[in-house]
């Protein structure tokens, strides 16, 4: 690989569809973001693309929940190494596509080959349970079980931000459960989800088991359609509101935003938690939905570590993502950067003040942070889903608990403390999808419950969470 190279010959995508490759109708194109050149273009998803989707889907059940789980476990394992042979190449994809710096693309590609070997290890651990019968009179002498079942078609919709990965967390427990999947990456993101699908398609998948769509056209309908029996969401809010209103009785896995809280308490190793907050609020351009955006920091310690936030901030390394030496790339597009260039901007003329920050280039922003922000600034309340932060000092933290439990959001906060009392106050407190004690918001590991609560989301990713909300209960009673 030549790491800075930015350029590369457009790829064409084609959807998989029934054990097929099919060209579109209509193609559109996919514009790298640091340079503007075309990387690819991709199909356009038709209303019988989608339903010749849907029929394959609906077709495959059957072969998929009747495979033992020790085959499809050997399934992923192979699609794992598969994707872990290709790992260059899916990366470059991707951050040719989406901006996302190099060396980050290729930790991802990685982490999705584990994750896929994670899924592998619970499709043989779905388990059921022994109902005590003999509980109640009525029940004595019988027998209970509830047993596990795969639902049978599974619909995933997955974003830019971590392409290659998030598609991971929903086709390998997808398939590890017995389950056929339709899957429509992001119009935004698609080369890299094709190379990855191409390189899963080599582990030997039944046919009609895995399905590829493309474009927003065909989601409305993907999403209502009575052939699929679960729905799963990784994006915004809105979309992902819109999404629980229209599936009517389906059930939903949704993978939705916050606005990263951390906190830093003067107890802490608080120049440690510095350098976590800058890298972990400007990594992958800011895009992600647990990124840090609101500090909260005692005030015996801010002056400290706010020297320390912006020293390490300036030691971060932005440029062309196809540069190894690059640790942050561009915004999906010019649009976004646009969109948080803006949020940044109302906040200045609200009272904030920069610390540091600077023009926008393109899609590209430089590491931003504020402080003398206010609570009804968007860039405070919103998420911003780019490269800012916020640092706002207290003096007591348990009302910022109460505050952040009664506001819409709940995805994941960190704190930094070495009072376990205080922890654990935050653990029991904060009415969020995850708490992470000494580590900042964004910190997620691939086997763990991952997502939030309220606006933020429903249900977990984590491969034997998903397996586990993509199976459905049934109890067995022997008279």
């Known amino acids: ?21 099919r060209d579109a109708e209509q193609v559109a194109e996919v514009k790298n973001p640091y340079t503007g050149d075309v990387v690819a273009h991709m199909p356009v998803s038709s209303a019988r693309d989608l339903d010749d989707a849907l029929n394959a889907a609906r077709a495959a059940r059957k072969a998929m929940a009747d495979m033992p789980g020790y085959e499809r476990a050997a399934m992923l394992q192979r699609a794992a190494d598969q994707v872990a042979k290709r790992a260059e190449d899916i990366a470059r994809a991707m951050s040719l596509e989406t901006g996302k710096a190099l060396r980050d693309s290729l930790v991802e590609v990685q982490r999705t080959s584990g994750v896929l070997r994670l899924c592998a290890e619970e499709a043989v651990r779905i388990q059921g349970e022994h109902v005590p019968m003999d509980a109640s009179a009525l029940g004595a002498g019988k027998i209970g079980m509830v047993m596990r ?14 392409p290659v990965n998030l598609a991971a967390h929903k086709l390998g427990p997808a398939l590890a459960a017995g389950n056929s999947l339709v899957l429509k990456p992001s119009p935004k993101a698609p080369l890299s989800v094709h190379k990855f699908i191409e390189a899963v398609l080599e582990a030997g998948v039944p046919t009609g088991a895995i399905n590829t769509l493309y474009g927003d ?24 509101k819109i999404i629980r209103d229209r599936v009517g009785m389906k059930r939903v896995a949704l993978e939705l935003g916050g606005v990263g809280p951390t906190f830093v308490h003067h107890d802490a190793n608080w120049k440690a938690a510095a350098i976590a907050c800058a890298r972990n609020a400007v990594g992958l351009a800011g895009q992600s939905c647990v990124s840090v955006q609101n500090v909260f920091v005692h005030q015996a310690i801010l002056e400290g570590f706010t020297e320390a936030v912006c ?12 540069n ?56 405070v309340s919103d998420e911003i889903f780019g490269p800012a932060m916020n640092i706002q000092p207290y003096e007591h933290v348990e009302p910022l608990f109460s505050a952040i439990s009664d506001s819409p959001y709940g995805l994941q906060c960190g704190i930094y403390t070495n009072s376990l009392d205080l922890a654990l106050s935050a653990i029991k407190t904060i009415r969020t999808g995850g708490v992470i004690v000494n580590g900042t918001s964004r910190w997620r590991s691939d ?26 209960e049934r109890l067995f009673v022997l008279n």
Do not use: H
């Open 447 to 472: 086997q763990m419950p991952y997502g939030g609560v309220k606006d933020s989301g429903m249900g977990r990713e984590g491969p034997k969470y998903s397996i586990r909300d993509m199976t459905e």
């Open 1 to 21: 690989m030549n790491p800075g190279n930015s350029t590369s010959e457009s790829q064409s995508i084609r959807m998989y569809i029934g054990g097929q490759w």
């Open 149 to 162: 079942f795969p639902v049978g078609v599974v619909a995933a919709i997955t974003p830019f931000n971590a």
């Open 217 to 240: 056209a065909v989601a409305p309908q993907l999403i209502c359609d009575p052939r699929v029996d679960f729905v799963s969401f990784t994006g915004s809010i809105p979309v992902g």
């Open 311 to 322: 020293r390490e901030m300036d030691s971060i390394r932005f440029g062309d993502p196809m």
């Open 324 to 379: 190894m030496e690059t640790e942050v790339g561009t915004l999906i597009d010019e649009a976004a950067a646009i969109r948080v260039e803006a949020m940044i901007t109302r906040a200045l003329e609200a009272g904030a003040t920069t610390l540091r920050g600077g023009a926008r280039v393109g899609a590209q922003l430089p590491g931003t942070i504020l402080t003398n922000v206010k609570s009804d600034m968007s860039i």
